[in-house]
Antibody, heavy 120, light 109 residues
Framework: VQLVESGGGVVQPGGSLRLSCAASGFSFTTSGMHWVRQAPGKGLEWVTFIRYDGTKKYYPDSVKGRFTISRDTSKNTLYLQMNSLRAEDTAVYYC??????????????WGQGTMVTVSS | QSALTQEASVSGTVGQKVTLSCTGNSNNIGSYAVGWYQQISHGVPKTVMFGNSPPSGIPDRFSGSKSGTTASLTISGLQPEDEADYYCSTWDNSLSAVVFGGGTKLTVL
């Protein structure tokens, strides 16, 4: 069971970046998925969730309208499109599988994370 | 300010029992299962408890419980390798969002 993120890097304020998360070892098509981030020296912050079938997506106010979560079941891959990036979006971004015993309320498997730095 | 409230720091000696708490309200902890996540030295978070069920591979010294709007993670028989930051989280139906606690730094003396 594995989640591998990619796509992080350095981007200027106002720029865009797309993160990917490749899933393997479990049924991606029946699993809800999350993105969670952690700014340097700070705690964990939830970024977004997508239902297993892609029909429901949730975002906190801090990223609503700027970030978009999506999934490609043919590639077993989760995405996070980040637009209008701000300095406060600088963080390690983790993808995480929704806990099978819950519904959007917990995490099961975590990826290793990818760093996003927003700076001029 | 986090939606869930955790102790900033807790300490204990090897072999001691320690309990970390996570307090919310009826919209979050009162209605949903609570997850607990261990992060050692700002590495990758690891799930150590969901509700009162630990994932496979988690030592049985870890246990979880909930009473009303407060969840707890108890470590019975503290080990040096348990030193880490611990975060709780759950769904909040008034925010339609996952909420986290601010994290508890557990020090093993």
């Amino acid at each position: 069971v594995q989640l591998v993120e990619s796509g992080g890097g350095v981007v200027q304020p106002g720029g865009s970046l797309r993160l990917s998360c490749a899933a393997s070892g479990f049924s991606f098509t029946t699993s809800g998925m999350h993105w969670v981030r952690q700014a340097p020296g700070k705690g964990l912050e939830w970024v977004t969730f997508i239902r297993y079938d892609g029909t429901k997506k949730y975002y906190p106010d801090s990223v609503k309208g700027r970030f978009t979560i999506s999934r490609d079941t043919s590639k077993n891959t989760l995405y996070l499109q980040m637009n209008s990036l701000r300095a406060e979006d600088t963080a390690v971004y983790y993808c995480a599988k929704d806990h099978p015993s819950g519904d959007r309320d917990g995490f099961d498997i975590w990826g290793q994370g990818t760093m996003v730095t927003v700076s001029s | 300010q986090s939606a869930l409230t955790q102790e900033a720091s807790v300490s204990g000696t090897v072999g001691q029992k320690v309990t970390l708490s996570c307090t919310g309200n009826s919209n979050n902890i009162g209605s949903y299962a609570v997850g607990w996540y261990q992060q050692i030295s700002h590495g990758v978070p690891k799930t150590v408890m969901f509700g009162n069920s630990p994932p496979s591979g988690i030592p049985d010294r870890f246990s979880g419980s909930k009473s009303g709007t407060t969840a707890s993670l108890t470590i019975s028989g503290l080990q040096p390798e348990d030193e880490a930051d611990y975060y709780c989280s759950t769904w909040d139906n008034s925010l339609s969002a996952v909420v986290f606690g601010g994290g508890t730094k557990l020090t093993v003396l």
